[in-house]
């Protein structure tokens, strides 16, 4: 390799006597310090809440830390920036697969009541989950769709939604949730009874025990 090859692809700091790169670099740098401010003055002053605040100051971080990574490349080399993008990408695939249904690192059920005595059959069951897909995304298409009789309620009428997920995941109900707070304490027995079948809870996370590992 020539030293003029090894110097244009490899030698930082050469692409900052570009002007068109400073123009850039200066109004990205200034947008993000303007934003950062005002966000920061809008919370202070009580203007906006704080759950906005804090997601607002959450994405203002995530593209400070997105804008460093690709910045550091470029003053490095036209090699770096193709290395930089090449690992990126490989770290961003996950979260573009996950959001386009590609890929999904957990197992969604879909827990139903269908009132008038009706059935949850193939075509009850497509409709709900095209009906998910259009108002949602792909990515929120349950794997399986569960028929119920009811949804098992504590006596102030909240839904037991947590509970329901550590009985799935291996944990006994009566550690959980106490019966006599429900006012429909056999809406648990179905739970209870698929968390007891290999097949349903095959790709579910198992909790925990004390020791660290599964029940």
């Not at 605040?53 to 550091?72: A, G, K, P, Q, V």
């Not at 504590?154 to 006599?180: F, H, N, W, Y």
């Amino acid at each position: 390799m020539s030293e003029l090859l090894r110097r244009r692809w490899f030698s930082p700091g050469d692409v900052l006597h570009d002007r068109v790169t400073l123009v850039a670099v200066g109004v990205i740098v200034g947008l993000l310090i303007l934003s950062g401010a005002v966000t920061l003055v809008l919370g202070q002053a009580g203007l906006i809440s704080e759950k906005l605040y804090r997601e607002i100051m959450l994405r203002w971080r995530s593209w400070l830390f997105i804008t460093l990574i690709l910045f550091i490349p470029i003053v490095l080399g036209p090699a770096w920036v193709m290395t930089g993008t090449c690992l990126l990408s490989l770290l961003c695939y996950q979260e573009f697969a996950r959001a386009t249904g590609l890929f999904r690192e957990k197992t969604i059920s879909l827990f139903v009541v269908l009132g008038d005595g009706k059935r949850l059959s193939d075509t009850v069951d497509a409709q709900i989950k095209r009906r998910i897909r259009d108002d949602c995304s792909l990515r929120h298409v349950p794997d399986e769709i569960v028929q119920i009789a009811e949804v098992p309620r504590t006596r102030s009428g909240k839904v037991l939604e947590l509970p329901v997920k550590r009985i799935l995941m291996g944990v006994q109900a009566d550690q959980v949730v106490s019966r006599d707070s429900l006012v429909n304490a056999a809406a648990l027995d179905v739970f209870v009874t698929l968390a007891g079948d290999p097949a349903f809870t095959a790709s579910l996370p198992r909790a925990p025990t004390a020791s660290g590992g599964s029940p």
